[in-house]
């Protein structure tokens, strides 16, 4: 997809103008992956899942059961076709003129409907942020009685890092369930492509899935409320390779920034792993040597950097799962 130099400009104009509290450097290790991702004791954490890529794409369900593995209760409410790069675009879904993605529903099908053969998985036919809301609004009340705890979005086939961020539907989805109370968070994984459902199992699915649970797993450990109101968590995962990040445990998570600090205008961040008071952007975090991930905590509003305030918060809560840098 293109970018327009107004779009590039309304860009430049969210590096000057949002961060309000100070966001961090840290980094998340993985070693005991087994040891993070215990069943949760108690009453389930209700979730709710979206992306951009479609209800039909494989990471999208090998999330679900990953995330169902380790005690959440979830259920699915995506696009009915690959809906990626379409922001926040939000459309009332109407009917399904040429089927749904992978044949995964006829043509004709109504704007709204689930998998004969597991209720939880639903599509919407509009966007990301439609379908997103439709799950929270209506979905949540059927399966749960209310809102979800928590929204997820992902994991999406491709980064999400930086100026993308505004573009990406994935990212749009996150930020509407901010927006609507429920804590979101987006996960991007750097390797594959979009696969069906029922295609074979790509290690890096399960990696990405895995490893997205044990985020959420962190953060719902850490108590309620989960993260500050108008507050979303963008993760981003360095590709999957047989010579290096080929299993979950190799994978350290680092606190970042969305976007580039600019030199005395952007406020200083939270501090941490001796970092002097300035995070690293999610760019440097992915392309550092080994496995690095990024956690980045944006405003849902502008989906630019939270301030030092918000994204301590974040460091605190995470804190069992993120490590440093290597200097």
């Not at 290790?29 to 794409?57: C, F, H, K, T, Y």
């Not at 895995?210 to 962190?218: E, F, H, I, N, Y």
């Not at 600090?261 to 002097?276: E, S």
Request: glycine share 10%.
């Amino acid at each position: 997809m293109g970018v327009t130099a107004s779009q590039v400009l309304f860009s430049v104009l969210i590096l000057f103008s949002y961060s309000d509290d100070l966001p961090s450097l840290f980094t998340v290790r993985v070693s005991a992956l087994g040891a993070v991702m215990l069943p949760i004791a108690g009453q389930a954490v209700n979730i709710v899942q979206s992306n951009d890529d479609g209800w039909a794409e494989k990471n999208l369900r090998r999330f679900y059961n990953s995330l169902t593995d380790a005690g959440f209760s979830t259920f699915i409410s995506a696009p009915a076709e690959d809906q990626s790069g379409r922001s926040s675009l939000d459309s009332p879904q109407d009917s399904v003129d040429d089927g749904c993605q992978f044949g995964s529903c006829p043509r004709g099908s109504p704007p709204t409907g689930r998998n004969s053969s597991e209720p939880r998985f639903n599509y919407v036919n509009s966007y990301p942020v439609t379908a997103m809301k439709y799950g929270i609004n209506t979905l949540a009340k059927e399966f749960y009685g209310g809102k979800p705890d928590i929204a997820v979005a992902g994991p999406n086939v491709g980064s999400n890092l930086g100026i993308i961020t505004q573009f990406s539907g994935t990212i749009g989805a996150a930020t509407a369930a901010s927006k609507l109370g429920v804590p979101g968070i987006a996960f991007s994984g750097s390797s594959g492509e979009q696969t069906a459902w029922n295609a074979p199992l790509g290690d890096y699915m399960t990696i990405y899935a895995d490893l997205s649970t044990t985020v959420t797993q962190a953060l719902v450990s850490s108590g309620k409320p989960y993260l500050p109101s108008n507050t979303w968590l963008n993760v981003n995962y360095p590709k999957v390779e047989n010579s290096s990040c080929s299993s979950a445990a190799d994978f350290k998570f680092v606190l970042s920034r969305i976007y580039p600090a600019v030199p005395f205008i952007t406020d200083g961040d939270v501090q941490t792993c001796g970092n002097g008071g300035r995070l690293p952007t999610e760019r440097d975090v992915i392309g550092t040597k080994g496995c690095h991930a990024s956690i980045s905590v944006g405003v849902a509003d502008s989906k630019g950097d939270a301030g030092v305030a918000k994204q301590t918060i974040v460091r605190d809560k995470l804190k069992s799962i993120l490590s440093c840098l290597p200097d």
